[in-house]
């Protein structure tokens, strides 16, 4: 049995606490929140507190904050026996470089707290200062029935990046074709199966393999038809940059 504790109360912290509070052979010792008010959501499955020192004792201390405040916390925690561990993307292990065990547990996936998450489908990428300490995130991620891979730091960097076009960007244009379905009276919900033939195919032949399209045709007659009938400027804007960059890449 391995015990854990989380320090955080965002998004991140709340799905690993709730899946860690079911998975056996975990103890979840506390979760950690500036707040009693920010630690509501935890009751029904942690023991929550608003004292770091709680956190001592475990084997496994996951820092699951935002990156700006990793540092300040990694430091209250100089001198602990635990490995600590945090959970971001773009942050580097040396921030916690002033700890004996340290690592990084990163779970590359998007999370909304209403949303269940299936841990089988989360690749989770870890690295550790001490090569020791691999064996105890590969056994936590399989507790969670996850798949993890060693990844390091500058690797980590660039995969989050990679996360931020494929999730972040392709969402808010997402956001804007809904937008778009509106303003014109039809439902967002019949681009539903052209999107998951766009994401099979993505995956299946490769991106750069299966895009279509005015731009990847070449079609200036259809480009400059549907940027003219744009007229909301920032869906311009949006449009006019990837048609550019459709274009010349295409044109390699």
Do not use: W
């Not at 038809?225 to 459709?246: D, R």
């Amino acid at each position: 049995m391995i015990t854990l504790s989380i320090i955080g109360t965002g998004n991140v912290a709340f799905h690993l606490a709730q899946a860690f509070s079911l998975a056996q052979d975990v103890n979840l010792q506390f979760v950690v929140g500036r707040s009693e008010e920010s630690l509501i959501d935890f009751i029904p499955f942690a023991t929550t507190t608003t004292s770091l020192s709680n956190t001592y004792p475990s084997d496994v201390i996951i820092i699951a904050v935002s990156d700006s405040a990793i540092s300040e916390i990694a430091n209250t925690l100089v001198g602990v026996k635990s490995l600590v561990v945090h959970t971001s993307g773009s942050t580097s292990l040396e921030v916690l470089g002033t700890l004996k065990r340290c690592g990084v547990f990163y779970p590359l996936q998007t999370f909304t707290k209403s949303k269940i998450l299936n841990y089988s489908k989360i690749p989770f990428c870890i690295e550790v200062k001490l090569e020791d300490d691999f064996s105890t995130l590969k056994y936590l991620s399989a507790c969670l029935s996850a798949e993890s891979y060693i990844v390091n730091s500058t690797q980590r960097a660039a995969l989050h990046l990679a996360a931020v076009f494929s999730n972040n960007f392709s969402n808010h244009i997402l956001t804007e074709a809904k937008q778009l379905c509106k303003d014109n009276g039809v439902s967002f919900n019949l681009l539903k199966p052209l999107m998951e033939e766009t994401i099979a195919k993505a995956f299946e032949l490769g991106p750069e393999n299966s895009q279509t399209g005015p731009a990847k045709r070449g079609d200036t007659i259809t480009i400059n038809k549907q940027s003219e009938a744009l007229t909301n400027e920032a869906q311009k804007a949006i449009y006019k940059t990837l048609t550019q960059s459709i274009l010349k890449y295409y044109e390699r």
